[in-house]
């Protein structure tokens, strides 16, 4: 709005005093201060209101209006009641700084006044945001020429006042404000949009985060034929976006609440634009994919990786070393779901460092999926010395490591899984060669089934892991698992529950000593004596002997299966 439009109100009672030329200025907004130097509050193009308790002598009025002439107000309105009339060596320090000076009728209250120009600047505002979201939607429906999420939600920050960021599911930021979100800030968010999609509860989702509201809004999938491809919320709920605003969307009228549903589509186009473009990474995986399974020639293989390395690491140069990445979502017993796409875009999402913000961040990372598996052919630059060197066989210490993929992650994607779902995730070790990629996808299916094998919703397990005990057990059947573990550990659980005798950890401190009794009562912080007694105890009541390896093998391996 302009100032002249305050002229215009008869119900303001405003009478100018100075600045008839200056009448065209843009007001931003209102802000009441008696501060001397209110200056920190201020951005510009205010209209500032003041009942003049500052003023104690003439020799005040300069210096205030010097700091809001630097400030670049819009004009200044002070109040008459305080000392009856606006004095005159404020209305000379005014004219001298070119800033228009309104009297304010003791009649008429400050919050009349602000609550005009809040009403007028925010109609005004949304209607041209409004304008604006339209002309970028028409744009990018035809092509990324509209500036992407960062275009938009710089329009919401600077139009409306509203901070704003695009999530993924696990809570990365891929646009918005920027001074961006801390991660645990995303993570909470994403994990209680989640959360709310699964239970069905309509949107927007109001969350709080380190005391400050947040209205949640969804960004689903706008493509050809979207509306009728999702059956179920389970298809889409772990790969939609969502937006994140710094507000709280309860109160808000139907026209503001449906330009932030217009700005929800702008960005959806803009998904799904970059969905599209994950078609050449995926179609590499898969082809790499189909000749491991069906044992081509490790010439074949090495022929299409040496076509993938340029796309998924632009300007390497020669071949990296790989490593290969099994996700699977389940859905209970629920078999209607389809859950290899959901994989898909999970696994997609996952091996983003979650340090990296912007969409474009997971352009390197090649994800296929066949049956109910998502398999992830990562590249990974051979490290050696601290250069390149294509030459170095890969180390334990480099690559991808399971819990590490999934430590920022867990949370947001177990609100998703919700009561009915479960992801479990292996990673191979990295491999040189197109020789390798087969025993490598084996590697990280078998430990993807060590993985299932744990409770949990998330779950990931590594090489690493594949020891030939653990390797075995998750090929145990569940009922043999249960009566197993039943047998030798329910005595002992039983006796701890009636005496708080701690048998179990007992047992587990001296399994974990290699039977050494010395350094088991060490750590146990327990006399010999008492340690002697309680394996004594535990032998009794199972009928087993602690001094045998069978009997400790036994042992070791029902408290790994419980």
Same mark, same amino acid.
């Given at each position: 709005m302009r100032l002249r439009a305050l002229l215009d109100n008869d119900a303001l009672g405003l009478r100018l005093l100075g600045g008839e030329d200056e009448l065209d200025r843009g007001v931003r907004g209102v802000m009441t201060t008696d501060?001397?130097?209110?200056?920190?509050?201020?951005?510009?193009?205010?209209?500032?209101?003041?009942?003049?308790?500052?003023?104690?002598?003439?020799?005040?009025?300069?210096?205030?209006?010097r700091i809001l002439a630097g400030a670049q107000v819009a004009g200044l309105a002070a109040g008459e009641a305080e000392l009856g009339d606006v004095p005159d060596d404020l209305v000379q320090a005014c004219l001298r700084h070119r800033l228009p000076l309104f009297a304010v009728n003791e009649s008429v209250a400050f919050a009349t006044i602000t609550e005009y120009v809040v009403r007028q600047v925010s109609g005004e505002r949304a209607g041209d945001l409004a304008a604006v979201v339209d002309r970028h939607r028409r744009l990018m429906t035809s092509g990324p020429a509209g500036g992407g999420p960062d275009a938009?939600?710089?329009?919401?920050?600077?139009?409306?006042?509203?901070?704003?960021?695009?999530?993924?599911? !696990?809570?990365?930021?891929?646009?918005?404000?920027?001074?961006?979100?801390?991660?645990?800030?995303?993570?909470?968010?994403?994990?209680?949009?989640?959360?709310?999609?699964?239970? =069905?509860?309509?949107?927007?989702?109001?969350?709080?985060?380190?005391?400050? !509201?947040?209205?949640?809004?969804?960004?689903r999938n706008t493509g050809r034929g979207a509306a009728s491809a999702v059956r179920d919320v389970r298809e889409s709920v772990l790969s939609d976006w969502l937006l994140a605003v710094e507000a709280d969307a309860a109160d808000w009228p139907a026209a503001r609440l449906d330009l932030l549903q217009g700005v929800t589509q702008l960005i959806a186009v803009e998904r799904d634009r970059r969905e599209a473009a994950r078609t050449?990474?995926?179609?590499?995986?898969?082809?790499?994919?189909?000749?491991?399974? !069906?044992?081509?020639? *490790?010439?074949?293989?090495?022929?299409?990786?040496?076509?993938?390395?340029?796309?998924?690491?632009?300007?390497?140069?020669?071949?990296?070393?790989?490593?290969?990445?099994?996700?699977?979502?389940?859905? =209970? %017993?629920?078999?209607?779901?389809?859950?290899? *796409?959901?994989?898909?875009?999970l696994l997609e999402e996952i091996l983003v460092d979650p340090s990296a913000a912007g969409p474009d961040s997971a352009d390197r990372i090649a994800v296929a999926h066949t049956g109910d598996e998502a398999i992830a052919l990562v590249p990974l630059p051979a490290v050696s010395l601290g250069r390149l060197d294509d030459e170095a066989p890969p180390s334990s210490e480099t690559g991808l490591h399971a819990d590490?993929?999934?430590?920022?992650?867990?949370?947001?994607?177990?609100?998703?899984?919700?009561?009915?779902?479960?992801?479990?995730?292996?990673?191979?070790?990295?491999?040189?060669?197109?020789?390798?990629?087969?025993?490598?996808?084996?590697?990280?299916?078998?430990?993807?089934?060590?993985?299932a094998a744990r409770p949990g919703r998330v779950c990931a397990a590594g090489h690493h892991e594949l020891a030939s005990h653990v390797l075995l057990l998750p090929f145990v059947p569940d009922d043999v698992r249960?009566? #197993?573990?039943?047998?030798?550990? %329910?005595?002992?659980?039983?006796?701890?529950?009636?005496?708080?005798?701690?048998?179990?950890?007992?047992?587990?401190? #001296?399994? %974990?000593?290699?039977?050494?009794?010395?350094?088991?009562?060490?750590?146990?912080?327990?006399?010999?004596?008492?340690?002697?007694?309680?394996?004594?105890?535990?032998e009794q009541l199972t009928g087993r002997d602690l001094s045998r390896l069978e009997d400790k093998l036994d042992f070791f391996l029902a408290l790994r299966m419980s």
């Open positions: 501060l001397r130097d209110p200056s920190r509050y201020l951005s510009g193009g205010e209209l500032v209101l003041t009942g003049l308790a500052w003023r104690h002598t003439a020799e005040d009025s300069e210096p205030f209006v938009v939600l710089d329009l919401l920050g600077s139009d409306l006042d509203l901070r704003a960021w695009v999530l993924s599911p !696990t809570g990365r930021q891929i646009a918005g404000a920027r001074d961006g979100l801390p991660a645990e800030v995303g993570a909470a968010l994403a994990g209680e949009h989640l959360a709310a999609v699964r239970h =069905g509860r309509r949107a927007p989702h109001r969350a709080v985060a380190r005391g400050v !509201t947040y209205s949640l809004f969804p960004i050449v990474r995926r179609r590499l995986a898969q082809e790499v994919l189909e000749l491991v399974q !069906t044992g081509a020639a *490790p010439a074949e293989i090495a022929a299409r990786l040496r076509v993938a390395a340029p796309v998924l690491l632009p300007g390497l140069g020669s071949a990296p070393h790989w490593q290969v990445v099994v996700a699977r979502v389940d859905w =209970g %017993d629920d078999a209607a779901v389809e859950t290899g *796409p959901v994989a898909q875009s590490a993929l999934l430590e920022s992650v867990r949370t947001p994607l177990a609100a998703g899984l919700a009561d009915d779902g479960r992801l479990t995730l292996g990673v191979s070790a990295a491999v040189h060669s197109a020789e390798g990629l087969r025993g490598a996808l084996e590697e990280a299916r078998h430990a993807r089934r060590v993985a249960r009566a #197993f573990t039943a047998r030798l550990l %329910d005595p002992l659980r039983d006796y701890d529950r009636r005496h708080r005798a701690e048998l179990i950890p007992t047992l587990e401190a #001296f399994l %974990d000593c290699d039977g050494s009794w010395t350094r088991c009562a060490t750590r146990l912080h327990l006399h010999v004596n008492t340690l002697r007694y309680r394996v004594g105890r535990i």
